[in-house]
């Protein structure tokens, strides 16, 4: 859980072939299976990723990059602004694959 937070800078992780300076997830990097991510009132700006989710990329090691229930994601009364990604995303700073859909948002602002 990250809570009232400031993620400022360049925090992603290593870099691969073609993404010279850092990959993915500008703030936060997430990689595993069955587990869940809050972000509760919290601002996570000005941060940037190569490739995807330029604060937050999120996704499984079952190679599907599906999620159940318990591998869920929150965004709730928080701001993500201004973290781009130069290669893909499913919402604005986020990355999340697979059959899930795209992360729950409450009373946030994604810009």
Known sequence: ????????????????????????????????????????????????????????FFVGNDTSGSMSVEGSMSVEGSALRRNPSLGFGTVKGIFRPGAGGEPAVTASAIR
């Open 1 to 56: 859980m990250v809570r009232g937070n400031k993620a400022i800078g360049r925090g992603a992780n290593p870099a691969r072939g073609g993404t010279p300076g850092g990959g993915s997830g500008g703030a936060i990097y997430t990689d595993g299976n069955a587990f869940t991510l809050r972000i509760a009132g919290s601002l996570i700006g000005d941060n940037q990723a190569d490739e995807g989710g330029g604060a937050v």
